[in-house]
C-alpha cells in the first residue's frame, strides 16, 4: 500500500473498523494476560509493559491503558496514525507512541506483552518479514512473557474475500475494491479506489493495490517455536482466530 493512500486511510480508519467490538477485545486481551503471563512486570510502578505492534489509531492501545492500566507502547509506520492516536488518547496519556517499521522496531528495554490485531500479521506477506517479529523476541520480549495476534482464517480469504469485489459507502467516503486470491501462494490482492471529500462537495480519489497473505496456526506454531515461543491457545472470533504464545524459560 502507498503511503499517500495509507495517510488518507489513516482520516477513516476507525468508521473502516467500526464492525471490530474493541471494548469485547480489549477485555479478551486483559484475560489473556491475567492468566498466562508469568513475566516480572516491566512497565511503570509495577505495571505490565505491552507493546502494541501496528496499532494504527491506537483504540486497543488506549482501551488497555485507560479502562485496564496497563503500561503501553504503540508502533506504527504512518506518522498519521500516530497523529490520530495521540489526539484520541488525550494530554493525560503516558502512552509512548513510535513512528517504525513493525518489522525492524527497536525499543529501550524488554516488553510483558506484544499484541498486533486486526489482521496485521497477515498484511505481513514476506515470511522473512514475519520472521523478523519473531526473532526479535529474544531481545524485548520479557521471560514468561507473552505474542499475542490475531490471523484470518483460510474460509476468510478464500469464501468472504475470494474473487470478489466489494463497494462500501460512508458519510465522508466510499472506498470500492476488486479482490483475488490465489489458493496456491496464499496471497489476497486487493486493488482499492477510496473517494473522499474534506469539504462535503468537492471528491478527491486515491488508488492503492493492497496484500495479505494466509497464515495456518500450523505454520504460525512452528515459527514460533524456533525462536523460543510455546503455544498457550486460541480463540476464534468470526473470521479470525486470535493466538496466544508465551516466552518461556530456556
Known amino acids: 500500500m502507498n503511503e499517500e493512500f495509507y495517510d488518507i486511510i489513516a482520516r477513516y480508519y476507525d468508521s473502516m473498523q467500526e ?3 474493541h471494548d469485547s477485545w480489549a477485555k479478551m486481551l486483559d484475560s489473556f494476560i491475567k492468566e498466562y503471563c508469568k513475566s516480572e512486570p516491566q512497565g511503570e510502578d509495577g505495571k505490565r509493559l505491552i507493546c502494541d505492534l501496528g496499532c494504527g489509531s491506537g483504540t486497543i492501545t488506549i482501551k488497555l491503558e485507560q479502562d485496564y492500566g496497563y503500561d503501553l507502547i ?10 490520530e ?16 517499521d513493525i518489522t525492524e522496531y527497536e525499543l529501550y528495554g524488554k516488553a510483558d506483552v506484544f499484541i498486533c490485531t486486526t489482521e496485521t500479521v497477515n498484511h505481513i506477506t514476506e515470511r522473512e518479514a514475519l520472521t523478523r517479529i519473531f526473532e526479535s523476541f529474544a531481545t524485548y520480549l520479557e521471560e514468561g512473557g507473552l ?10 480469504f478464500e469464501k468472504t474475500l475470494g474473487d ?8 465522508d467516503f466510499t472506498l470500492l475494491w476488486d479482490n483475488s486470491y490465489d489458493e496456491e501462494t496464499g496471497l489476497s490482492t486487493s486493488d482499492m479506489t477510496i473517494f473522499y471529500s474534506e469539504d462535503g462537495q468537492n471528491y478527491s480519489r486515491a488508488d492503492a493495490t493492497v496484500y495479505e497473505r494466509y497464515y495456518s496456526e500450523d505454520y504460525l506454531k512452528d515459527l514460533a517455536g ?6 498457550i491457545t ?4 468470526g ?7 508465551r516466552r518461556d524459560g530456556e
Open 19 to 21: 464492525g471490530i467490538d
Open 74 to 83: 504503540g508502533i506504527d509506520h504512518s506518522v498519521l496514525m500516530l497523529d
Open 85 to 100: 492516536a495521540r489526539n484520541l488518547a488525550g494530554e493525560d496519556s503516558t502512552i509512548l507512541w513510535l513512528n517504525q
Open 147 to 156: 505474542f499475542i495476534f490475531d490471523v484470518a482464517t483460510k474460509e476468510h
Open 164 to 171: 470478489n469485489v466489494f463497494f462500501e459507502d460512508y458519510d
Open 226 to 231: 524456533e525462536y523460543g515461543l510455546s503455544y
Open 234 to 237: 486460541r480463540k476464534e472470533e
Open 239 to 245: 473470521e479470525r482466530v486470535f493466538l496466544v504464545f
